[in-house]
């Protein structure tokens, strides 16, 4: 069972960038699809962007397109989102979750990590 342990986030203006990190244990972190979801008070959870287990595949939510990348480092176990021009839209908890669907997929991925919340302000 991979666990999942994000960290990165915190307040920014509005314009801002933040990069999160997605440490991840246990079984190969390399043959697992990466993604990042996200849910803001009172929302439903959205996908963000995902990556595919060599990297060479990404997929991007419409709303993050030309502001956010999604990487991995298979070697550090370790998925990244970097987050540049920030929008107060942005503010949610961001979790990373793994499974085994293609990037582009709309998977309802079964683990989990704790989350991280970013917030962005005007």
């Known amino acids: 069972q991979v666990q999942l342990v994000e960290s990165g986030g915190g307040l920014v203006q509005a314009g801002g960038s933040l990069r999160l990190s997605c440490a991840a244990s246990g079984r190969?972190?390399?043959r697992y699809t990466m993604r990042w979801f996200r849910q803001a008070p009172g929302k439903e959870r959205e996908r963000v962007a995902a990556i595919s287990g060599s990297g060479?595949?990404?997929?991007?939510?419409?709303?993050?397109?030309?502001?956010?990348?999604i990487s991995r480092d298979n070697a550090n176990n370790t998925g990244y989102l970097q987050m540049n021009s920030l929008k107060p839209a942005d503010t949610a908890v961001y979790y990373c979750t793994v499974d085994l669907h293609t990037p582009g997929?709309?998977?309802?991925?079964?683990v989990w990590g704790q989350g991280?919340?970013?917030?962005?302000?005007?």
């Open 28 to 30: 190969t972190f390399s």
């Open 105 to 110: 997929y709309d998977a309802a991925p079964r």
């Open 116 to 122: 991280t919340q970013v917030t962005v302000s005007s």
């Open 56 to 69: 060479s595949s990404t997929y991007y939510a419409d709303f993050v397109k030309g502001r956010f990348t």
